[in-house]
């Protein structure tokens, strides 16, 4: 099997519309497992963060050349949702998606990793991100690369219950691959 080169960038205002189109393709899937309602709103959500202010970093993924992945970084829970009662004042990472075509050459863990590296350069301890059993391969794949239930940080959206994750950066083998 050809070894494929993944390499992660900050994302330019050139890359925007690329950007909204991997985070549909992305999640995309889930569609169907949400109302016609919530879905509208999800989508709108990630519509909207494409293009705001309140985003600290944006980071895209290529694959041979061409984008396949994207990540966005926050400051803390009242930029990335406009919640302070989360009280997380570190980096939160949120809609990391990649191109169902790509998936399975490892670059959801290589923008995971860039965003753990900009982290660290940020000066901060620790990296958060909220997920929910809907998106089952992310939970995993987040579990495998070290990140540990913070369950005083997650809260419910309707019914769903959104799990707060966080990576305590001294502890993490992503810096040290």
């Known amino acids: 099997m050809a070894k494929h080169q993944v390499t992660v960038r900050h ?18 899937q889930y569609e169907a497992l949400l109302s016609t309602e919530r ?27 061409a984008l396949v992945g994207s990540v966005f ?10 919640s302070p009662q989360l009280e997380i004042h570190n980096p939160i990472i949120r ?3 990649v191109v169902p075509e790509a998936r399975g050459h490892g670059i959801a863990t290589e ?19 909220h997920t929910s059993d809907m998106m089952d391969s992310a939970v ?26 966080l990576l305590r950066l001294a502890d993490s083998a992503l810096l040290n691959a």
């Open 11 to 28: 994302a330019t205002a050139e890359d925007g519309e690329a950007v909204l189109r991997i985070l549909l393709a992305a999640y995309g």
């Open 39 to 65: 879905w509208t709103q999800y989508k709108e959500s990630i519509e909207q963060a494409v293009d705001s202010p309140t985003t600290k970093a944006r980071l895209v993924a290529e694959l041979d050349g």
């Open 95 to 97: 809609l990391l998606g």
């Open 73 to 82: 970084l926050y400051d803390s829970s009242v930029s990335a949702y406009g």
């Open 140 to 165: 995993r794949l987040y579990e495998r690369l070290g990140f540990e239930r913070a369950y005083d940080k997650e809260f419910h959206n309707g019914t769903i219950l959104v799990k707060s994750y």
């Open 111 to 129: 923008l995971i990793r860039a965003s753990v590296r900009l982290t660290q350069e940020w000066q901060a301890d620790r990296i958060h991100l």
